[in-house]
């Protein structure tokens, strides 16, 4: 190693120390989560043990506040499908308005479709009180916590999912993938009909849990060279397959073919992906998201869901994603006002 590294890594240590206790999940991009020689003394496994065992302390204390058939629904299958989750005569008002209505929108290319999202802000609520209504009910506020296990606001976008269209590579989401080592939170509640050709949301039943055969496959995963598997997993998403699976006593996945009105809440520390789309075409959802530290004893405390912020956050991310596009990345390129539906 250069000196210049060495310094480096000398200056660098308290951080990577300390980010040890936060969601940081790269095996590629962090010296000591991909380190092979920490890890086969336990460090990942310890980590995983640790979030899984918060997050369990913190759902006990939100539990009471949960319809019991949703409850019971999670903590079997690590997702909840409720449908007609909306009164009808709000749904289809809320269905047409956003629809029928043009809003800032920005988009992103993985493989071979395209995801677009419009951020529900100030504005959108205003103009569509029904979909103000919604995601102000607090037995959907109460299951958005339950399953992030943490008393936070979300954020909340309208998301288009565009299949089959056009691009060499398949689209990366369509995968049985976790989207780290611990839970987090996302739901989806359809505007329209999602079919098979669709590419349906896809679970694998009760693999929220973090039973001892998930921990021991967490452990010899943390062991793999990270430049010797693929980038998303080495980046912290683990990829499984079906012998994977099997290994940690798994069925395989399902997929939830469903109406209009139907929300789907999920915890995505367990297996899921975008299912295969077979046809071209659009699969239009408000998309909610919650992640917050796993290791964080305390239910709220986020400043960022205080009312008028919470709703302002999205537009606020985007704008310094976009300053510190070079140091950091920026996706989401901004496409102009647009419906959900608009190619």
């Given at each position: 190693m250069s000196v210049t590294g060495t310094l480096k890594s000398i200056l660098m240590a308290p951080v990577w120390t300390a980010q040890l206790a936060t969601g940081?999940?790269?095996?590629?991009?962090?010296?000591?989560?991909?380190?092979?020689?920490?890890?086969?003394?336990?460090?990942h496994r310890t980590r995983v043990r640790i979030a899984d065992s918060l997050c369990r302390w913190r759902r006990r204390r939100l539990a009471r506040h949960v319809p019991l058939e949703?409850?019971?629904?999670?903590?079997?299958?690590?997702?909840?499908?409720?449908?007609?989750?909306?009164?009808?005569?709000?749904?289809?008002?809320?269905?047409?308005?956003?629809?029928?209505?043009?809003?800032?929108?920005?988009?992103m290319r993985q493989g071979d479709a395209i995801t677009r999202r419009i951020a529900i802000d100030p504005a959108m609520l205003a103009a569509v009180p029904e979909l103000a209504r919604f995601l102000a009910r607090k037995d959907i506020n109460a299951l958005f916590h339950y399953v992030a296990s943490f008393r936070t606001t979300p954020l909340h976008y309208i998301q288009t999912i565009v299949s089959k269209c056009g691009g060499s590579n398949p689209d990366p989401q369509e995968t049985v993938h976790a989207d780290s080592f611990h839970s987090s939170m996302k739901a989806w509640l359809f505007l329209r009909p999602v079919e098979e050709e669709n590419g349906p949301f896809v679970y694998v039943p009760g693999s929220h849990r973090f039973t001892q055969e998930r921990l021991d496959w967490e452990h010899e995963r943390s062991l793999s060279d990270p430049n010797s598997?693929?980038?998303?997993?080495?980046?912290?998403?683990?990829?499984?397959?079906?012998?994977?699976?099997?290994?940690?006593?798994?069925?395989?996945p399902i997929k939830l073919e469903v109406p209009e009105n139907t929300l789907v809440v999920a915890d995505t520390g367990g297996f899921h992906a975008r299912g295969h789309a077979s046809r071209s075409g659009e699969r239009v959802e408000i998309w909610s998201y919650s992640r917050r530290?796993?290791?964080?004893?305390?239910?709220?405390?986020?400043?960022?869901?205080?009312p008028g912020i919470a709703e302002r956050r999205i537009g606020w991310l985007w704008k310094l994603r976009?300053?510190?596009?070079?140091?950091?990345?920026?996706?989401?390129n901004p496409v102009g006002t647009r419906r959900p539906v608009d190619d």
């Open positions: 940081a999940k790269s095996f590629l991009d962090h010296p000591l989560i991909g380190s092979q020689r920490l890890n086969r003394r336990g460090l949703w409850r019971d629904a999670f903590d079997r299958d690590g997702f909840v499908k409720i449908e007609n989750a909306i009164p009808a005569e709000d749904f289809s008002a809320l269905r047409d308005a956003i629809l029928n209505s043009s809003w800032p929108a920005r988009e598997i693929d980038r998303l997993s080495a980046r912290g998403s683990p990829r499984v397959n079906s012998a994977m699976l099997a290994q940690m006593k798994l069925g395989e530290n796993p290791f964080l004893p305390w239910l709220g405390g986020d400043l960022l869901s205080l976009d300053r510190l596009e070079k140091q950091i990345g920026q996706p989401w």
